[in-house]
Nanobody
Framework: QVQLVESGGGLVQAGGSLRLSCAAS????????MYWHRQAPGKQRELVAG???????TYVDSVKGRFTISRDNTKNTVYLEMNSLKPEDTAVYYC??????????????WGQGTQVTVSS
């Protein structure tokens, strides 16, 4: 079935950069809206960035100007470029794929998460 596999997390100093990748299996990737969420211990999971099937993007205010979401439909992959990282960006980052399916349940899949740790 559908699998989303995140990679690219790790330990980085404040002010540094990381690039997360999420590779999706199956067909129809270009039809999905793709999202990155994150969850830190003791905090709610929050939407960080999203990109629609048409390429429109959105970001949570705290990462605007620092993070960039993009997609390569030929590779079934979505990316999150993270620059000027701050300790408060430390969290597990999750890839999410979603689209409405007419006459059925929504297409709704999550990756396993990748840890991002930013040291001060």
């Amino acid at each position: 079935q559908v699998q989303l596999v995140e990679s690219g997390g790790g330990l980085v100093q404040a002010g540094g950069s990381l690039r997360l990748s999420c590779a999706a299996s199956g067909s129809g990737f270009s039809l999905n809206a793709m999202y990155w969420h994150r969850q830190a211990p003791g905090k709610q999971r929050e939407l960080v960035a999203g990109i629609s099937s048409g390429g429109f993007t959105t970001y949570v205010d705290s990462v605007k100007g620092r993070f960039t979401i993009s997609r390569d439909n030929t590779k079934n992959t979505v990316y999150l470029e993270m620059n000027s990282l701050k300790p408060e960006d430390t969290a597990v980052y999750y890839c999410h794929a979603y689209r409405v399916r007419v006459g059925g349940s929504p297409y709704d899949y999550w990756g396993q998460g990748t840890q991002v740790t930013v040291s001060s």
